[in-house]
T-cell receptor
């Protein structure tokens, strides 16, 4: 069965600093992988997705993620954090329908 | 393009009462999902519809939860009777077809007292 683990329930960075949110998946076959962002009192918005094409995936708002099969990881990065990036981020794995989500990482950005 | 609509946005009920949530997916989307998001956790799939048929309801507590999508468009999720542990945000999502990108609604926050 697929599972998704996000390391760190809360990450705090300074504005302009590198953002690194970690995600590991467990699956016998590399699944489709996704990162979603959730702002307070809003639904989830897709940031980016990996579907077995390029291993480095670029998403919206300057985010990108790299699929590493050997490490079963799909970490999310952004070179320079902005105050508007403060939100909760969810990693998810899926195939033909159902998404399995991690527990989420809340990102705080300090001025 | 209008997004996924959900109502109500907030609901407070007492345990053992009944509650219903409504979802209107994006026009033309065949697949509709209901997720439960408990505070501090990621969303968990409750049920997936393909048009008006159920594809996956393996994690739906069928003794108290029910859902329908009679005409293959709108959907309702019902809880009867509610328990304290049902307090959560209920998210509806839709996609063009199974396996395609899912678009999420704003959710309904349920508090059971």
């Amino acid at each position: 069965a697929q599972s998704v683990t996000q390391l760190g329930s809360h990450v705090s960075v300074s504005e302009g600093a590198l953002v690194l949110l970690r995600c590991n998946y467990s699956s016998s076959v590399p699944p489709y992988l996704f990162w979603y962002v959730q702002y307070p009192n809003q639904g989830l918005q897709l940031l980016l997705k990996y579907t077995s094409a390029a291993t480095l995936v670029k998403g919206i708002n300057g985010f990108e993620a790299e699929f590493k099969k050997s490490e079963t990881s799909f970490h999310l990065t952004k070179p320079s954090a902005h105050m508007s990036d403060a939100a909760e981020y969810f990693c998810a794995a899926g195939g033909q329908g159902n998404l399995i989500f991690g527990k989420g990482t809340k990102l705080s950005v300090k001025p | 393009e209008a997004g996924v609509a959900q109502s109500p946005r907030y609901k407070i009920i007492e345990k053992r009462q009944s509650v219903a949530f409504w979802c209107n997916p994006i026009s033309g989307h065949a697949t509709l999902y209901w997720y439960q998001q408990i505070l501090g956790q990621g969303p968990k799939l409750l049920i997936q519809f393909q048009n008006n048929g159920v594809v996956d309801d393996s994690q739906l507590p069928k003794d108290r939860f029910s859902a329908e999508r009679l005409k293959g468009v709108d959907s309702t999720l019902k809880i009867q009777p509610a328990k304290l542990e049902d307090s959560a945000v209920y998210l509806c999502a839709s996609s063009l077809d199974s396996g395609r990108e899912q678009f999420f609604g704003p959710g309904t926050r349920l508090t059971v007292l």
